[in-house]
């Protein structure tokens, strides 16, 4: 079993920056590969960010692009998700996930296994 834990959200104007963690725990021990995704109540659940296991590879939702990093430190176990410019249409709960015992990105979210408890971003105007 692998836990992860979002953190680093909150509430900051437009043209703003935040950067989210997520931290994972238990079984790490295997390659894998790291999504963050979006979602708001009653939406569906959108892609954000994607990166392999090296840190090598990354791919972005064009929504994104150009705004957001997202990175990786193996030897802290996490993620992370730098984001610049926020807009309002980037209010949303933030989740991290991992896709176990692969290191191949994905932006499609059923293909992770482990998803964290979300964390809220909202942007004002």
Known sequence: QVQLVESGGGLVQAGGSLRLSC????????????????????????????????????????????????????????????MNSLKPEDTFVYYCAMKYYSGIYSYAGDEYDYWGQGTQVTVSS
Do not use: H
């Open 23 to 82: 931290v994972a725990s238990g079984r790490t021990d295997s390659r894998n590969a790291m999504g963050w995704f979006r979602q708001a109540p009653g939406k569906e659940r959108e892609f954000v960010a994607t990166i392999n296991w090296t840190g090598g590879k990354t791919y972005y939702a064009d929504s994104v692009k150009g705004r957001f990093t997202i990175s990786r430190d193996n030897a802290k176990n996490t993620v992370y998700l730098q």
